[in-house]
């Protein structure tokens, strides 16, 4: 556990604009968080860099937005309503709750009392809510645990409407919300959160293989959004730790600041939904195989992404110090695809307009092409680096009075700090997005 590197973390995602402590301006609520400028552009980055690998690049996947709230009876069906609870212990001396698998039972973590915990309990995490204005039975419902029901419900609607060949997958990037007896450690567990899941609906008899496929094609999306290989590890989880659904389930674990915890996971969820929404709703969810007579349910792989816990592995991975000019340096090693701001362009000085009226021209070129480019002419150049450094911008672009002359500007790389001189007319076959 890094204590130390969480807490850069946290403070630079803060101080810069990233992540912000939720309602904090009335004293916060525990395990919701608000994104500000910057950390809503790194998390659309993520997003759209993930819907492109998963869906744009694959011919068999298609998208589904699901409403939040649903009919009750999904969580009937699919076990949430009667399986989707944590064990819970309260202390008799502060009334603290707490997850009883996570703490020494011994000592109350909050009040230090000894032996004050009583029995047991199983706490359903699902948020509770009314549909409509009479508060009674009929009016009950529940905020999303996953998303993933949202794609087994609208199953059946997909294969009416397009007809995919098997296999295929169903993804969706949304809203998820648990009421978690301990939200800790920033974003990594919160009570409202993303997902970002994956239904892939496959014959039965190949299950297998998909699920060495998807296990591959994981590694490779970890890989493209920066995480050091040695950082990654899969543990397949026992039958005993297994969510009700599963037969098998990989978790790919990340050696976070915290320590070694769950990025994602990968579970063979076999025809356990599509099955329990074939009894329940009384329509058949059998897939016709195209040409032939053979008919069954789909069995489902589900690879399902956290996207707090992606952005957090993002960052810890990011985070670098080093020194420069015999100066610690902070800053944000972030692959180009995800930083939020590409480009900086700043004149040298400010107070010349010169110098401020070329730079404009620079900068309304480049943001028309590249969008996220930002201006920035506050303090001395240095200053200005270091800032953007901070935010992970990958490239500065410095316009100065040989700029006048010469038709060139500097450009400076964030990693090795290295400055290279570019005629402006040439500034794109420098900078690669
Ligand atoms: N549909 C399957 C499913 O929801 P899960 O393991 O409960 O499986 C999937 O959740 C992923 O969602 C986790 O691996 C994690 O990345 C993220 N996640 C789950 N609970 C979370 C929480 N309380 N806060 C932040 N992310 C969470």
Known sequence: MDKNKLENIVSLAKR????????????????????????????????NLWWKTFVEDAENMFGIDAAIIMNPKVWQASGHVDTFTDPMVECSKCHNRFRADKIDKKTCPNCGAKDSFGEERQFNM??????????????????????????FTNYKNVVDTIYPDLPFGLAQVG??????????????RMREFEQMEIEYFVDPENWENEFEEWIKRIHNWLDLIGLNKNKVH?????????????????DFEYDFPIGKEELLGLAYRTDFDLNNIDKKSGKSMEYLVKGTNKKFIPHVIEPSFGLERTI?????EAYTEDEVNGEKRVFLKLPVQLA???????????????LVDKAREVYSELKKKYGAVMWDDNGNIGKRYRRQDEIGTPYCVVIDFDS??????????????????????????????
């Open 16 to 47: 810069r604009g990233f992540i912000f402590q939720g309602s904090e301006v009335y004293g916060g609520i525990s395990g919701f968080y608000d994104y500000g400028p910057l950390g809503v552009a790194l998390k659309r980055n993520v997003v």
């Open 126 to 151: 699902m948020f509770r809510t009314q549909v409509g204005p009479i508060d009674d039975d009929n009016a009950l419902a529940y905020l999303r645990p996953e998303t993933a029901q949202g794609i």
């Open 175 to 188: 809203k998820a919300f648990r009421n978690e007896i301990s939200p800790r450690d920033f974003i990594f």
């Open 234 to 250: 899969e543990l397949e989880v026992e039958e005993s730790e297994r969510a009700h659904y599963s037969m098998r389930t990989v």
């Open 312 to 316: 957090m592995a993002v960052l810890s």
């Open 340 to 354: 939020p701001v590409k480009i900086c362009v700043s004149p040298l000085l400010k107070n010349k307009p010169e």
């Open 404 to 433: 006048l002359e010469d038709q060139s500007v500097t450009i400076r790389h964030r990693d090795d700090t290295k400055q290279e001189r570019v005629k402006i007319s040439e500034i794109s076959k420098y900078i690669k997005l």
